[in-house]
Nanobody
Framework: QVQLVESGGGLVQPGGSLRLSCVAS????????MSWYRQAPGKGRELVAS????????NYADSMKGRFTISRDNAKNTVYLQMNSLKPEDTAVYYC???????????WGQGTQVAVSS
């Protein structure tokens, strides 16, 4: 059974940091590119960051560059999102996504809530 389980969300003050984790199971983790998406209230889901299968390539949405860092540990079947200098507009549910480059098979986690507020 395929599972993506996110954790690490919570309430943080503006300027603070959080580290999200997503643990994968039920598929060959290193065969999949991994991404973090987010969805704010009343808005569509948007790509935050992505990382290639072996971690050699990363991409970020413009508003996250310099503040967020995506990484992965294939030995632990885990992808991370380090979020620094958080802003109220970063408030959203953050979702983990796995996508196989060949064939496009995609899995989603259930999401973890991040709230940035004073």
């Amino acid at each position: 059974q395929v599972q993506l389980v996110e954790s690490g969300g919570g309430l943080v003050q503006p300027g603070g940091s959080l580290r999200l984790s997503c643990v994968a199971s039920g598929f060959t983790f290193s065969d999949y590119g991994m991404s973090w998406y987010r969805q704010a209230p009343g808005k569509g889901r948007e790509l935050v960051a992505s990382i290639s299968r072996l971690g050699g390539t990363t991409n970020y949405a413009d508003s996250m560059k310099g503040r967020f860092t995506i990484s992965r540990d294939n030995a632990k079947n885990t992808v991370y999102l380090q979020m620094n200098s958080l802003k109220p507009e970063d408030t959203a549910v953050y979702y983990c996504n796995a996508k196989r480059p060949v064939g496009g098979l995609t899995y989603w986690g259930q999401g973890t809530q991040v709230a940035v507020s004073s």
